[in-house]
T-cell receptor
Framework: ETGVTQSPTHLIKTRGQQVTLRCSSQ?????VSWYQQALGQGPQFIFQ???????GRGNFPPRFSGLQFPNYSSELNVNALELDDSALYLC?????????????FGSGTRLTVV | AQRVTQPEKLLSVFKGAPVELKCNYS??????LFWYVQYSRQRLQLLLR??SRESIKGFTADLNKGETSFHLKKPFAQEEDSAMYYC???????????FGTGTKLQVIP
């Protein structure tokens, strides 16, 4: 059984640039959720994808967007990067929507915006 | 709006002492509650879910709807319990899971 893998592990971008983060779900999981975790904070829900469609969104602006592919892998795209976007971005997969059975998390991508 | 509150940023206990990590929530519906744990240099992982009423690594948590709490307890702390603990709430049929800010548990040998 494979776990959730994220790439890259670290990334440095300049303000105004665009970034794409990638995630491969755990085998058998059909739902992917993305979280942003700022230093000293708990993870904040960005959005969730189920069957290749957005299935819920947190309080994040439209410049945060995503994709889910037929193999359940996923991308998080952030346009027009701002300094406050610097954070750890976590991908989590689950069996169904709602996270009711609990998530399996990746190790995260540390994004630094300078 | 739903909210999860973990009032303690840091909890230090001696090995063998009881542990209670506090979690309170606000949510108008029927929530699903979880505890997640993050050991040093490891990824965030699910510890337990209230609906399964299980004990994992000696930890238990009871959902108290009257007090809107879901405290995590263990009778005798072990050094390997030292980690960051997050309480989380799922809005049932909706997709969003809300996390608390976390409590760092430090078990002193």
């Amino acid at each position: 059984e494979t776990g959730v893998t994220q790439s890259p592990t670290h990334l440095i971008k300049t303000r105004g640039q665009q970034v794409t983060l990638r995630c491969s779900s755990q085998s058998g999981h059909n739902t992917v959720s993305w979280y942003q975790q700022a230093l000293g904070q708990g993870p904040q829900f960005i959005f969730q994808y189920y069957r290749e469609e957005e299935n819920g969104r947190g309080n994040f602006p439209p410049r945060f967007s995503g994709l889910q592919f037929p193999n359940y892998s996923s991308e998080l795209n952030v346009n027009a990067l701002e300094l406050d976007d610097s954070a750890l971005y976590l991908c989590a997969s689950s069996f169904r929507t709602g996270g009711g059975f609990g998530y399996t998390f990746g190790s995260g991508t540390r994004l630094t915006v300078v | 709006a739903q909210r999860v509150t973990q009032p303690e940023k840091l909890l230090s206990v001696f090995k063998g002492a009881p542990v209670e990590l506090k979690c309170n929530y606000s949510y108008s519906g029927s929530p699903e509650l979880f505890w997640y744990v993050q050991y040093s240099r490891q990824r965030l992982q699910l510890l337990l879910r209230h609906i399964s009423r299980e004990s994992i690594k000696g930890f238990t948590a009871d959902l108290n709807k009257g007090e809107t709490s879901f405290h995590l307890k263990k009778p005798f702390a072990q050094e390997e319990d030292s980690a960051m603990y997050y309480c989380a709430l799922s809005e049932g049929g909706y997709q969003k899971v809300t996390f608390g800010t976390g409590t760092k548990l430090q078990v002193i040998p």
